[in-house]
């Protein structure tokens, strides 16, 4: 995880101020009566979940959701104080864990919410649940009618558990159909509230909901790559940054003639007498093995493209109209294209994906290196 020393030059530089500036953003956006759960699922999207933990309670977020048990154990772990919520299911012979760390779990069936009340009785706990609901997403949860009505009733009469929260969450297919989600959800809630129960935390939107549509903000919100700067948003707008920036150095530089292959297959032939630089990292690092003819670094301000098959620990650079040129320079992967350099919604659309895709791709390999100043 955290990684003191520093072997090589290939390293994720993490800006937790920048990330602290984003929380705010969010937070002051979505003003004082919509709760905040930052969504640092999958390590905190690669980022280092532990690191970034204290950076967003400290501006402004109420819940951290993971997606994984054991994602919400390394936090608890570490940040006993910290309300963490599973948005996943656990399965019913892990659920011990769950309660004995007090950890808020998504429940969408009866029989989860009577072991739970159960275990939390055994063990002197107060457990809280998030009612999970399908509205079409057709991914975990249940549909919104009557039967579920009563089940999620007899949930509020077990011991021991405090039902929290209700959620559902959006497939953003467009505008009329989350509509359409969206009202399910109020409908089903409208239907049990209307009965004398309440749910202190209403929930369905994401980073792009939060933002596009302040309508379905309910009283929580659920971002995660707004966090760490990614700009879905297309109707609204935040003022958010990547806190993210992949470099590494280049290692050695060759000099080739006219005609000559590189790499792999020789798929790549100098049309002329060419300077070309190698570059530690390589698909291994998570970087797309896909950006073959299409990646590129920034070296001394400049582009440099990648040539050749991209390998698994180095790739190869052509830095012919680079002046001055040399081993050691820095070479930018991604950053936050002020200076030229690919940005993570760059990358995605270059290889046909999305950027939590790319973000998450970033291995273990490549080192997290922490920026705090202030
Ligand atoms: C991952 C996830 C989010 C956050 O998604 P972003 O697009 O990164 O904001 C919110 N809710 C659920 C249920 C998720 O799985």
Known sequence: MHIDKIYRDTKIVVNLDQIAENMKA????????VSVMAVIKANAYGLGALALAPVLVENGAEYLAVATLTEAIELK??????PVFI???TPDRYL???VELGITQTVFSLHQA??????SGDLGRISKLHIKVDTGFHRLGNYPDKNFAEDVERMFSLPDINVEGIFSHLALADDDSDKKQFEKLCKFIKLIEDRGYKFKYKHIADSIACVDSPEFRMNMVRPGALIYGMKGFHKGNINVESGITFTTAISQIHKI???EGVGYDYLWKAEKDSTIATLPFGYADGYPRQMRDKGYVIIRGQKAKLIGVLCMDQVIADVTEIPGVSEGDEAIIYGNGLDGSMTIQEASELVGTNKNDIICRLSSRPPRVY????
């Not at 920026?371 to 202030?374: A, G, L, W």
């Open 26 to 33: 969010i937070k002051e956006l979505m003003g004082k009566d």
């Open 77 to 82: 772990t570490a940040y006993p104080e910290f």
């Open 87 to 89: 948005l996943g299911h």
């Open 96 to 98: 011990h864990k769950v």
């Open 114 to 119: 009577k072991l739970i009340s159960k275990l």
């Open 257 to 259: 003639t006219k005609g």
């Open 371 to 374: 920026i705090k100043e202030k």
